[in-house]
Nanobody, 121 residues
Framework: QVQLVESGGGLVQAGGSLRLSCAASGGTLSTYIVGWFRQAPGKEREFVAAISWRSSRTSYADSVKGRFTCSRDNAKKMVYLQMNGLKTEDTAVYYC??????????????WGQGTQVTVAS
């Protein structure tokens, strides 16, 4: 089973950008759909984005469409979430997760530990 580690979080001003990275090990990343989720304090975890095995399909939450872009480099076993035009409401812990099923993904069995993103006004 693939193991995932997120990085790239931090503190940024509203309107700024961050790129989150998700590094995979212990499995063949190219066989997994990878998703990004986030959880803000006091709120339930929510879906942010997902990308298919060879990047041919992507899906985004309405709240981030046009601002966030998900990409992957299977050779490097990396998945990225480029976040532009950040808003204070984007503040959350961001997680990457892997699904071994088909598109659209419904079951993510492997999760990273999360990385904090804080957007200041």
């Amino acid at each position: 089973q693939v193991q995932l580690v997120e990085s790239g979080g931090g503190l940024v001003q509203a309107g700024g950008s961050l790129r989150l990275s998700c590094a995979a090990s212990g499995g063949t990343l190219s066989t997994y759909i990878v998703g990004w989720f986030r959880q803000a304090p006091g709120k339930e975890r929510e879906f942010v984005a997902a990308i298919s095995w060879r990047s041919s399909r992507t899906s985004y939450a309405d709240s981030v469409k046009g601002r966030f872009t998900c990409s992957r480099d299977n050779a490097k076993k990396m998945v990225y979430l480029q976040m532009n035009g950040l808003k204070t409401e984007d503040t959350a812990v961001y997680y990457c997760a892997a699904s071994g099923g088909s598109w659209p993904p419904s079951d993510f069995g492997s999760w990273g530990q999360g990385t904090q993103v804080t957007v200041a006004s």
